[in-house]
């Protein structure tokens, strides 16, 4: 997809109500979805985080987003792909701040070129007891991605029309630190399996723009 045309299609998608639930569940792990059933959430005890889908044009006027695969470490989602973003600090006084914060020190984003689109529906995660507040900005030219090596293995350019292509849908098998190996729906662009929350916030974002597209 054009630039051009993601940005006329970001008035519909800043109107839209968020589908939530419905379009997160095409994504999220079936024994997930049972965990946050089985374990209802105590707000006063998760850990509070940020993340940010950030939409931008490459050389050739395409839209893309940015993924980041984190480093190999002591913690639950070691190696796993994700969107920069991470824990809440004090001084930020909101979480779209922490988004920016975040992006700027995984991936070299000046916060100050990004638009703010629109918030997701935040995600529970059970195995690190994160609640997660996605955010969806937006830059006018590609930046330049700087990595932040001791978080970040690899910056991850992906465009959108293999989002919202259902052929990079699928299942797979992945090992997990908390639960071994499992079974999960997941979107693959290339040869990077995206899977869990990430997927998940994917699904919602996906789920708005093709509604977008069809009004």
């Known amino acids: 997809m054009l630039f051009t045309k993601f940005e006329s299609l970001l008035p519909k998608v800043m109107d839209l109500p968020?589908?939530?639930?419905?379009?997160?569940k095409k994504m999220a792990p079936l024994f997930r979805l049972q965990e946050i059933i089985d374990n209802p959430l105590n707000e006063n005890k998760a850990k509070k985080a940020a993340v940010l889908i950030l939409f931008f044009p490459d050389a050739k006027g395409i839209t893309n987003f940015v993924l980041i695969e984190r480093v190999v470490y002591s913690g639950v989602h070691s190696g796993q792909i994700s969107f920069p973003g991470?824990?809440?600090?004090?001084?930020?006084?909101?979480?779209?701040?922490?988004?920016?914060?975040?992006?700027?020190?995984?991936?070299?984003?000046?916060?100050?070129d990004v638009e703010k689109i629109k918030e997701l529906s935040r995600f529970y995660i059970p195995p690190s007891n994160f609640?997660?507040?996605?955010?969806?900005?937006?830059?006018r030219s590609r930046p330049t991605f700087v990595k932040e090596i001791k978080e970040v293995e690899k910056i991850i350019e992906v465009p959108?029309?293999?989002?919202?292509?259902?052929?990079?849908?699928?299942?797979?098998?992945v090992s997990t630190s908390y639960v071994g190996e499992i079974n999960v729906p997941m979107y693959v662009f290339e040869n990077i399996q995206v899977w869990g929350a990430t997927a998940t916030i994917l699904a919602e974002m996906k789920e708005l723009i093709l509604i977008a597209l069809k009004e």
Not at 97 to 108: F, H, I, P, S
């Open 160 to 173: 959108l029309s293999k989002l919202l292509d259902s052929v990079n849908e699928t299942k797979g098998t």
């Open 86 to 112: 991470g824990k809440r600090d004090l001084g930020d006084n909101t979480f779209w701040d922490t988004a920016l914060r975040e992006a700027q020190e995984e991936v070299g984003i000046a916060y100050s």
């Open 131 to 139: 609640i997660v507040h996605p955010f969806v900005g937006f830059v």
């Open 18 to 24: 968020l589908p939530g639930i419905v379009a997160q």
